[in-house]
């Protein structure tokens, strides 16, 4: 790629995401990393009647930045709301990475933290962790580690670990509403960094949302007010799924794997064509999982473990069913 600042930009599909878009249909969906939805009414709360629905904040609300800061033992000025972890990774990439530059990338990955630097002219080199010694991350080839982004960390509970915007100035953090609330559709997001980086985001970030949406931004306030509260729905959610996975992991031969004890999701391996598997198993039973392909680990494929019970149960009885009668 010419080293210009003109030099067009090249983002490669965002293959997980258009293919969701195909399958919105589906009867069941076991692969979201979301915990399930969470409704309005949860909160027994009304919007305030007199709210301003013509101003919005640059940086956002100054309510909603110090809860957020609050959770990240930083304060208000070392937060930038966005419209979700997308938009956030999206204005750090496009702030700080030039063409050329080494970008070193965890996989498996979402496909978005690898391909966002790739469409801004990065040479991103991925280092993969393997199944078989259980995901571990090999720290010898992560010498020089700059940003880490985590809506995930504190799906962890009691082993959370500290949020990486506290080990200095050159560390990001990037979170969401989305993952442990259920509230992805709000679309918010945010970055925890040093001030004067926030300042270089937020100039990205005056020219793709500007402000953010204050009526978002209200509601996000209130699940950031009750976090604990949504930390405890998730817990109570994902220790029954687990167990519901690691049962049917114990009976499916053709599936290797550990359900991990913290996060969302899980990435067991097949040893059966996992195209084929993904693709029989939204045919014939109308249920989604997410192809490893999407993540960098083509032999595996993402089980979701934030969603209704009942759909997780039947749509593992259906994975179990079709790999006993058609492989
Ligand atoms: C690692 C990661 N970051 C970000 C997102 C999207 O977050 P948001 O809805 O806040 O844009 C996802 C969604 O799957 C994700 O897995």
């Known amino acids: 790629m010419a080293d210009h ?3 067009a930009m090249d983002f490669p599909p965002f293959e997980h995401l258009l293919y969701y878009e195909k399958v919105h249909g589906a009867r069941l969906n076991i692969s979201y990393s979301n915990i399930r939805e969470f409704h309005l009414d949860g909160f027994g709360r009304r919007l305030p009647r007199d709210l301003d629905l013509n101003w919005t904040f640059r940086n956002g609300t100054p309510e909603l930045r110090r809860l957020i800061a609050r959770r990240h033992h930083a304060n208000s000025q070392q937060v930038l709301v966005t419209t979700g972890a997308t938009e956030g990774n999206f204005l750090v990439n496009a702030s700080l990475v030039h063409p050329r530059d080494r970008v070193l990338v965890d996989v498996p990955i979402y496909s978005p933290l690898r391909d966002v630097p790739r469409g801004v002219g990065a040479n991103v080199i991925e280092i993969p962790r393997d199944c078989r010694n259980g995901w571990r991350l090999d720290l010898d080839r992560w010498r020089k580690l700059a940003a880490r982004k985590a809506p995930f ?9 500290p949020s990486v915007a506290e080990f200095g100035p050159r560390m990001i953090a990037l979170s969401t509403v989305t993952k442990v609330c259920g509230l992805g559709t709000l679309r918010v997001g945010w970055i925890v960094g040093a001030p004067d980086l926030l300042d270089r985001f937020a100039g990205v970030k005056d020219y793709t949302t500007g402000g953010g949406s ?12 009750r976090w604990d509260f949504f930390l405890r729905r998730a817990k109570r959610i994902l220790d029954v ?9 114990r009976e499916t031969p053709a599936l290797q794997g550990a359900v991990p004890s913290c996060g969302s999701v899980l990435f067991p391996h097949s040893t059966v064509n996992v195209a084929k598997l993904a693709n029989r198993l939204l045919k014939q039973h109308r249920t989604v999982i997410a192809e490893g392909r ?3 680990v083509p032999d595996h494929f993402r089980l979701g473990l934030g969603g209704e019970t009942q759909d997780l149960k039947r749509g593992l009885a259906n994975l179990r069913r079709l790999l006993r009668s058609a492989f």
């Open 294 to 296: 999407f993540f960098g």
């Open 153 to 161: 960390r504190e799906l962890a509970f009691d082993d959370t670990s």
């Open 214 to 225: 204050v009526l978002s931004q209200t509601i996000a306030t209130w699940a950031l007010g």
């Open 241 to 249: 799924n687990r167990r519901i996975a690691m049962e049917a992991l």
């Open 5 to 7: 600042p003109l030099v």
